[in-house]
Protein backbone atom coordinates (compact mmCIF):
# COMPACT_ATOMS: atom_id res chain seq x y z
CA UNK A 1 0.00 0.00 0.00
CA UNK A 2 1.04 3.14 -0.70
CA UNK A 3 2.17 5.84 1.98
CA UNK A 4 0.24 8.27 0.28
CA UNK A 5 -2.52 7.53 -2.24
CA UNK A 6 -4.88 10.34 -4.33
CA UNK A 7 -7.18 10.20 -6.83
CA UNK A 8 -5.76 9.12 -9.87
CA UNK A 9 -7.33 12.20 -11.61
CA UNK A 10 -7.45 13.87 -14.19
CA UNK A 11 -10.01 15.75 -13.53
CA UNK A 12 -11.84 18.36 -15.90
CA UNK A 13 -14.17 20.60 -14.96
CA UNK A 14 -15.86 23.92 -16.48
CA UNK A 15 -14.99 26.91 -15.06
CA UNK A 16 -17.30 27.60 -11.67
CA UNK A 17 -17.14 23.90 -11.39
CA UNK A 18 -16.77 22.44 -7.53
CA UNK A 19 -14.18 20.01 -7.35
CA UNK A 20 -13.43 17.40 -4.65
CA UNK A 21 -9.72 15.68 -4.46
CA UNK A 22 -9.33 12.99 -1.71
CA UNK A 23 -6.06 11.86 -0.21
CA UNK A 24 -5.72 8.43 2.36
CA UNK A 25 -2.46 7.79 4.65
CA UNK A 26 -1.39 4.24 5.89
CA UNK A 27 0.61 5.78 8.89
CA UNK A 28 -1.12 6.94 11.65
CA UNK A 29 1.69 8.09 13.35
CA UNK A 30 1.39 11.01 10.91
CA UNK A 31 1.55 14.10 12.14
CA UNK A 32 0.80 17.00 9.86
CA UNK A 33 -0.77 16.94 6.88
CA UNK A 34 -0.45 19.94 3.41
CA UNK A 35 -1.84 20.25 0.30
CA UNK A 36 0.49 21.73 -2.76
CA UNK A 37 -0.30 22.88 -5.81
CA UNK A 38 2.41 22.15 -8.61
CA UNK A 39 2.47 23.88 -12.31
CA UNK A 40 3.93 21.89 -14.95
CA UNK A 41 7.74 21.96 -14.60
CA UNK A 42 7.68 24.13 -11.50
CA UNK A 43 8.47 23.81 -8.09
CA UNK A 44 5.80 22.63 -5.14
CA UNK A 45 4.21 25.30 -3.57
CA UNK A 46 2.11 25.18 -0.40
CA UNK A 47 -1.43 25.77 -1.15
CA UNK A 48 -2.47 25.09 3.00
CA UNK A 49 -2.48 23.19 5.92
CA UNK A 50 -4.21 20.56 7.06
CA UNK A 51 -5.88 20.62 10.61
CA UNK A 52 -8.11 18.37 11.90
CA UNK A 53 -10.62 21.13 12.77
CA UNK A 54 -10.74 21.77 8.91
CA UNK A 55 -9.58 25.17 7.42
CA UNK A 56 -10.44 27.68 4.35
CA UNK A 57 -8.84 29.87 2.43
CA UNK A 58 -11.04 31.52 0.53
CA UNK A 59 -12.64 29.03 -1.96
CA UNK A 60 -10.44 26.23 -0.73
CA UNK A 61 -11.78 24.34 2.25
CA UNK A 62 -9.20 21.24 3.71
CA UNK A 63 -9.95 18.68 6.23
CA UNK A 64 -9.11 16.09 7.66
CA UNK A 65 -10.07 12.63 9.61
CA UNK A 66 -7.53 11.28 11.47
CA UNK A 67 -9.80 8.37 12.40
CA UNK A 68 -9.38 6.89 9.10
CA UNK A 69 -6.31 8.60 8.09
CA UNK A 70 -8.55 10.71 4.67
CA UNK A 71 -7.45 14.12 3.91
CA UNK A 72 -9.61 15.98 1.11
CA UNK A 73 -9.59 19.57 -0.67
CA UNK A 74 -12.49 21.26 -1.83
CA UNK A 75 -12.56 23.94 -4.88
CA UNK A 76 -15.53 25.96 -5.09
CA UNK A 77 -16.18 28.08 -7.85
CA UNK A 78 -13.06 27.04 -9.83
CA UNK A 79 -10.94 29.12 -12.09
CA UNK A 80 -9.00 28.80 -15.38
CA UNK A 81 -5.90 29.55 -12.86
CA UNK A 82 -6.69 26.56 -10.77
CA UNK A 83 -5.76 24.24 -13.06
CA UNK A 84 -2.71 22.70 -11.74
CA UNK A 85 -1.52 19.06 -9.94
CA UNK A 86 -2.56 18.94 -6.28
CA UNK A 87 -0.35 17.05 -4.24
CA UNK A 88 -1.18 15.81 -0.96
CA UNK A 89 1.41 15.49 1.73
CA UNK A 90 2.01 14.09 4.74
CA UNK A 91 4.94 14.74 7.54
CA UNK A 92 5.63 11.61 9.82
CA UNK A 93 6.78 14.11 12.66
CA UNK A 94 6.85 17.90 13.29
CA UNK A 95 10.78 18.04 13.41
CA UNK A 96 13.46 18.10 10.27
CA UNK A 97 11.65 14.67 8.87
CA UNK A 98 10.50 13.74 5.60
CA UNK A 99 7.50 14.74 3.42
CA UNK A 100 5.62 12.31 1.88
CA UNK A 101 3.98 12.82 -1.34
CA UNK A 102 1.28 11.72 -2.98
CA UNK A 103 1.34 11.20 -6.85
CA UNK A 104 -0.80 14.29 -7.26
CA UNK A 105 -3.98 14.72 -8.74
CA UNK A 106 -3.81 16.98 -12.09
CA UNK A 107 -7.05 19.66 -12.43
CA UNK A 108 -8.11 21.17 -15.67
CA UNK A 109 -10.35 23.86 -15.23
CA UNK A 110 -12.14 24.80 -18.78
CA UNK A 111 -13.81 27.57 -20.25
CA UNK B 1 9.43 38.18 -0.95
CA UNK B 2 12.56 35.78 0.17
CA UNK B 3 13.19 32.91 -2.00
CA UNK B 4 14.97 29.88 -2.64
CA UNK B 5 17.56 29.84 -5.40
CA UNK B 6 19.27 26.97 -6.79
CA UNK B 7 21.91 26.76 -9.59
CA UNK B 8 22.28 25.75 -12.28
CA UNK B 9 18.64 25.54 -13.51
CA UNK B 10 19.49 22.74 -15.77
CA UNK B 11 22.46 20.62 -15.83
CA UNK B 12 23.49 17.70 -18.33
CA UNK B 13 26.44 15.22 -17.62
CA UNK B 14 27.53 12.25 -18.49
CA UNK B 15 27.57 8.76 -16.86
CA UNK B 16 30.12 8.35 -14.20
CA UNK B 17 30.46 11.91 -13.97
CA UNK B 18 29.95 13.72 -10.18
CA UNK B 19 27.96 16.64 -10.37
CA UNK B 20 26.92 19.33 -7.34
CA UNK B 21 23.75 21.34 -7.38
CA UNK B 22 23.52 24.12 -5.30
CA UNK B 23 20.67 26.03 -3.09
CA UNK B 24 20.87 29.08 -1.19
CA UNK B 25 18.07 28.63 1.19
CA UNK B 26 16.19 31.84 2.80
CA UNK B 27 18.63 33.42 5.19
CA UNK B 28 17.23 32.96 8.36
CA UNK B 29 15.53 29.16 7.82
CA UNK B 30 17.51 26.23 9.79
CA UNK B 31 15.92 23.09 8.34
CA UNK B 32 16.84 22.13 5.07
CA UNK B 33 15.73 19.29 1.99
CA UNK B 34 16.34 18.29 -0.81
CA UNK B 35 13.67 16.25 -3.20
CA UNK B 36 14.13 14.81 -6.72
CA UNK B 37 11.33 14.43 -9.15
CA UNK B 38 11.87 12.06 -12.45
CA UNK B 39 9.68 13.20 -15.11
CA UNK B 40 5.97 12.26 -15.23
CA UNK B 41 6.50 10.81 -11.45
CA UNK B 42 5.74 12.23 -7.91
CA UNK B 43 7.92 14.47 -5.66
CA UNK B 44 10.76 12.18 -2.95
CA UNK B 45 12.40 13.00 -0.63
CA UNK B 46 16.00 12.79 -0.21
CA UNK B 47 17.51 14.01 2.88
CA UNK B 48 16.66 16.65 5.50
CA UNK B 49 19.52 18.13 7.02
CA UNK B 50 19.30 20.37 9.95
CA UNK B 51 22.20 22.01 12.79
CA UNK B 52 25.00 21.07 10.13
CA UNK B 53 24.26 17.26 10.17
CA UNK B 54 21.39 14.89 8.43
CA UNK B 55 18.33 13.99 10.43
CA UNK B 56 16.35 11.99 7.79
CA UNK B 57 17.68 10.47 4.65
CA UNK B 58 15.60 8.17 2.16
CA UNK B 59 16.54 4.64 0.23
CA UNK B 60 17.44 6.70 -2.54
CA UNK B 61 20.29 8.70 -0.69
CA UNK B 62 22.54 6.17 -1.03
CA UNK B 63 26.49 6.44 -0.79
CA UNK B 64 26.47 8.12 -4.32
CA UNK B 65 25.19 11.12 -2.47
CA UNK B 66 25.86 13.38 -0.18
CA UNK B 67 25.31 17.59 1.50
CA UNK B 68 26.73 20.03 2.52
CA UNK B 69 26.53 23.24 4.43
CA UNK B 70 30.08 24.46 3.32
CA UNK B 71 29.46 28.36 4.54
CA UNK B 72 26.57 30.17 5.95
CA UNK B 73 24.35 30.07 2.96
CA UNK B 74 24.74 27.71 0.16
CA UNK B 75 23.67 24.25 0.65
CA UNK B 76 24.78 21.69 -1.76
CA UNK B 77 23.99 18.07 -2.63
CA UNK B 78 26.81 15.58 -4.69
CA UNK B 79 26.02 12.84 -6.93
CA UNK B 80 29.63 11.01 -7.09
CA UNK B 81 28.78 8.80 -10.23
CA UNK B 82 26.01 9.97 -12.03
CA UNK B 83 23.67 6.98 -13.36
CA UNK B 84 21.30 7.47 -16.42
CA UNK B 85 18.56 6.88 -13.49
CA UNK B 86 19.49 9.62 -12.11
CA UNK B 87 17.92 12.07 -14.23
CA UNK B 88 15.08 13.88 -12.79
CA UNK B 89 14.53 17.74 -11.23
CA UNK B 90 15.64 18.43 -8.10
CA UNK B 91 14.36 20.97 -5.84
CA UNK B 92 15.91 22.39 -2.55
CA UNK B 93 13.36 23.56 -0.21
CA UNK B 94 14.15 25.13 3.50
CA UNK B 95 11.63 26.08 6.69
CA UNK B 96 12.49 28.13 9.93
CA UNK B 97 12.51 26.71 12.83
CA UNK B 98 9.19 28.02 13.85
CA UNK B 99 6.80 27.56 10.82
CA UNK B 100 6.27 23.62 10.50
CA UNK B 101 3.94 23.94 7.97
CA UNK B 102 5.95 26.52 5.47
CA UNK B 103 8.28 25.00 3.48
CA UNK B 104 9.57 26.77 0.69
CA UNK B 105 10.69 25.27 -2.50
CA UNK B 106 13.47 26.43 -4.74
CA UNK B 107 12.92 26.81 -8.90
CA UNK B 108 14.89 23.07 -9.00
CA UNK B 109 17.95 22.10 -11.22
CA UNK B 110 16.75 19.64 -14.21
CA UNK B 111 19.70 17.15 -14.27
CA UNK B 112 20.24 15.17 -17.13
CA UNK B 113 22.63 12.26 -17.15
CA UNK B 114 23.72 11.35 -20.97
Same mark, same amino acid.
Given at each position: ?????????P?????G??VA?? %?? $?????????????Q? %?????K???S? $?? =?GN?????????????? $?? =??LI???????????????????????????????????? | ??E?????S??????????I? !?CV?? *??H?????? !??I??????? @?? *? #?Y???IS????? #?? +?? #?S?? !???? *?N????????? @?? +?S????????D???? +????????? !? @????
Open positions: RKEVEQDPGFNVPEATFN %CT $YSNSASQSFFWYRD %CRKEPLLMV $YS =SEDGRFTAQLNRASQ $YI =SLRDSKLSDSATYLCVVNKDTNAGKSTFGDGTTLTVKP | EPVTQTPHQVTQMGQEVL !RPI *SNLYFYWY !RQLGQKVEF @LV *S #FNNEEKSEI #FD +DQ #FVE !RPDG *SFTLKIRSTK @LE +DAMYFCASRQLRE +DEQYFGPGT !R @LTVT
